[in-house]
């Protein structure tokens, strides 16, 4: 197997960075008077620390030399991090640490049409599982051994895909352009797990990636992403149901609104008032 050179540590600035950020905006919001729930902080704290974990140089070196190792890392990046990071609600925070001005902006693009688009469950369904596809099934998991631009490009594809299907499916925490109900977002998740079981499976049977390592390895790696695919699915089904059973419904961008009773500088842009800051958020 080819090495595009050795492992950097370079990868791991943006998640120090997002989690900085991230921590900043929390205070600010808490200077504003705005509590923040606990829990969404660790939350988001655990998600980054997978993150960080699965791109640090001891995985990437494991996972260039072993593809049971690399996808490990993919099921890390791609479906379980990314729970911990929508739970915690970056995009609230934001908004909520922001200038006024600049909060409107925020929401300008998270309801342009191609936030629109991609933010559909569907969209998102297809960005996330059609990734993984070319991935798997054509030469472009070879193709990443070789250069260490495609291969950074793949796993920022990943971590963004598997977010962006969570936040899809969620509808939530942070507002979302689309309200699909939970019909859609139920009926999507479950596509995802059939999809994710026929890919597993057809790695399995056919040794996708082609030609990268031993029959026994491929098959090995097949089977982690089938069985880690259901664990962090079934997690995801769960925070779900769980959203849905205490009919938290505050997440769509329409039914956000700014609260009047604070002054205008730290009042929220119209149409995308507050969460619910107390308690379990």
């Not at 950097?8 to 919001?29: M, T």
């Not at 769960?238 to 961008?253: E, P, S, Y």
Request: hydrophobic residues 55%.
């Amino acid at each position: 197997m080819t090495h595009h050179g050795g492992p950097s540590f370079a990868a791991l600035a943006p998640v120090a960075v997002g989690l900085a950020a991230y921590l900043v905006g929390v205070r600010v919001g808490r200077q504003r008077g705005r509590g923040w729930p606990t829990w969404r902080t660790v939350s988001f704290g655990a998600g980054a620390l997978a993150v960080a974990a699965a791109v640090a140089p001891p995985a990437m070196h494991a996972a260039h030399g072993d593809l049971r190792v690399h996808m490990v890392q993919h099921v890390v990046l791609g479906m379980l991090a990314p729970i911990g990071l929508v739970l915690g609600a970056p995009v609230t925070v934001a908004l909520r640490a922001l200038p006024v001005s600049s909060a409107r902006r925020l929401a300008r693009v998270l309801r342009s049409a191609p936030v629109r688009v991609v933010s559909h469950p569907a969209a998102a369904l297809v960005l996330n599982v059609g990734g993984m596809a070319a991935l798997y099934a054509t030469p472009l998991y070879t193709a990443t051994q070789g250069s260490a631009v495609l291969h950074a490009a793949v796993h920022a594809h990943v971590l963004a895909a598997g977010c962006l299907f969570t936040w899809a499916v969620l509808a939530g925490p942070d507002p979302a352009p689309h309200a699909a109900g939970m019909g859609t977002r139920l009926g999507v998740l479950f596509a995802s797990i059939a999809a994710h079981a026929v890919l597993s499976k057809l790695m399995f049977a056919r040794l996708w990636p082609a030609g990268v390592s031993a029959a026994e390895e491929t098959q090995t790696a097949a089977q982690i992403m089938y069985y880690g695919g259901d664990l962090a699915e079934a997690l995801l089904l769960a925070v779900l149901l769980a959203a849905w059973l205490r009919g938290d419904r505050r997440q769509t961008l329409g039914r956000w609104l700014p609260d009047r009773s604070r002054p205008a500088e730290t009042a929220a842009p119209r149409g995308l008032g507050p969460a619910r800051a107390t308690g379990g958020g």
